[in-house]
């Protein structure tokens, strides 16, 4: 299976902050990288697919980049409603992987 | 609007059996493959399995840690995806998502059932 790696595993920030997560695959991926937003209790919310397409009704202030093996995803002007556990997934193989997911916590 | 909604959760000895629901609404089901994702208290998400749809002949996938006791179906009539889960272990013990696959990921996330394996 192909491993995914997020990094930081915790993030500390402040609103109006830019914040970066990283996620690196253990084998390339072309672009079939997803990323996740969960908040406690709550189901996760679909945010960015290919690396870098926005999800209907998602705001620009989320952004995903890369293609391979590394990606990012940037929020900038961090509100509070972001502060949250984001996750990013590889769909490259027929076989699903998550990373372990960075918690973005208020500093 | 589309909506998941999942249903079945419990508790159930070690070694048993318990089948989850998933009915979805809002969308037109048969256009979609279906997975199940669970995530254990505290921690991370795992793929649980994929169910495709008539177009690609209901094939089944499932993760390794649930493949011969994790059984997905599906009936377009009632638009819905199950989860049948046999010879439960207690490292099963989690909340189980279905979520509906577009462009090969996630869109739309149904809110999850807690399953917990205890005796």
């Known amino acids: 299976d192909i491993q995914m790696t997020q990094s930081p595993s915790s993030l500390s920030a402040s609103v109006g902050d830019r914040v970066t997560i990283t996620c690196r695959a253990s084998q390339g991926i072309s672009n079939y990288l997803a990323w996740f937003q969960q908040k406690p209790g709550k189901a996760p919310k679909s945010l960015i697919y290919?690396?870098?397409s926005l999800q209907s009704g998602v705001p620009s202030k989320f952004s995903g980049s890369g293609s391979g093996t590394d990606f990012t995803l940037t929020i900038s002007s961090l509100q509070p409603e972001d502060f949250a556990t984001y996750f990013c997934q590889q769909y490259n193989s027929d076989t699903v992987t998550f990373g372990q997911g960075t918690k973005l916590e208020i500093k | 609007e589309v909506q998941l909604v999942e249903s079945g959760g419990g508790l159930v000895q070690p070694g048993g059996s318990l089948r989850l629901s998933c009915a979805a609404s809002g969308f037109t089901f048969s256009d979609h493959y279906m997975d199940w994702v669970r995530q254990a208290p505290g921690k991370g998400l795992e793929w649980v399995g994929r169910i495709r749809n008539e177009a690609s002949h209901y094939t089944t996938q499932y993760a390794a840690s649930v493949k011969g006791r994790f059984t997905i179906s599906r009936d377009e009539s009632k638009n819905s995806v199950y989860l049948q889960m046999k010879s439960l272990k207690t490292e099963d013990t989690a909340v189980y998502y279905c979520a509906r696959v577009t462009r090969y990921t996630y869109d739309y996330w149904g809110q999850g059932t807690l399953v917990t394996v205890s005796s």
């Open positions: 290919a690396a870098s």
